[in-house]
T-cell receptor
Framework: QKEVEQNSGPLSVPEGAIASLNCTYSDRGSQSFFWYRQYSGKSPELIMFIYSNGDKEDGRFTAQLNKASQYVSLLIRDSQPSDSATYLCAVNGAGGTSYGKLTFGQGTILTVHP | GAGVSQTPSNKVTEKGKYVELRCDPISGHTALYWYRQSLGQGPEFLIYFQGTGAADDSGLPNDRFFAVRPEGSVSTLKIQRTERGDSAVYLC???????????FGPGTRLTVL
């Protein structure tokens, strides 16, 4: 089992729809969770991070975390063509020398079509 | 302030050669990370510096890879006897000691012929 797994893509949604991106992780000691967006040929940029169970909203983006199920998701409301990118789920290490080390999923390609 | 910078942006080398990749983190960031990203994959952790010391080098694939950060700022990733399988984008990120967010540089695309 991979340490961080994302739902296989690519994911295609129409403009204005909700895009749902999912991620599971294997290390129960993981403390913080990140969603990065990566445009083709560019470096990852942080969209959101979440530490606690529940939902965290920031504009059109909502991150959801369920530590019991080892599951984190990202919802994008009112999707725009400019949201088309690869979305990377990343999990922070459990502590000690692992702290700060991000383990990434393989990414989900999202395409928002007009 | 400036973001993380990496040089060169592209590096083409021949199998067996030695290469150095440079990362200049955000000023004041004490933590520095190196990742490697192959096509269609997420970034893969290589090494993490806290200040001048390597806090975690568990991701370095073998002893051909080495990284330094002698003054706690700029870091250099060194790859000896390059192999075609080393071809990837090498990403550097830095983090402030007070936060969790890692800020990524633009990467160095390494191609080993």
């Amino acid at each position: 089992q991979k340490e961080v797994e994302q739902n296989s893509g690519p994911l295609s949604v129409p403009e204005g729809a909700i895009a749902s991106l999912n991620c599971t992780y294997s290390d129960r000691g993981s403390q913080s969770f990140f969603w990065y967006r990566q445009y083709s040929g560019k470096s990852p940029e942080l969209i959101m991070f979440i530490y606690s169970n529940g939902d965290k909203e920031d504009g059109r983006f909502t991150a959801q975390l369920n530590k019991a199920s080892q599951y984190v998701s990202l919802l994008i409301r009112d999707s725009q063509p400019s949201d088309s990118a690869t979305y990377l789920c990343a999990v922070n290490g459990a502590g000690g020398t692992s702290y700060g080390k991000l383990t990434f999923g393989q990414g989900t390609i999202l395409t928002v079509h007009p | 302030g400036a973001g993380v910078s990496q040089t060169p942006s592209n590096k083409v080398t021949e199998k067996g050669k030695y290469v150095e990749l440079r990362c200049d983190p955000i000023s004041g960031h004490t933590a520095l990370y190196w990742y490697r990203q192959s096509l269609g994959q997420g970034p893969e952790f290589l090494i993490y510096f806290q200040g001048t010391g390597a806090a975690d080098d568990s991701g370095l694939p073998n002893d051909r890879f080495f990284a330094v950060r002698p003054e706690g700022s700029v870091s250099t990733l060194k790859i000896q006897r390059t192999e075609r399988g080393d071809s990837a984008v090498y990403l550097c990120a830095s983090r402030d000691s007070a936060g969790d967010e890692q800020f990524f540089g633009p990467g160095t695309r390494l191609t080993v012929l």
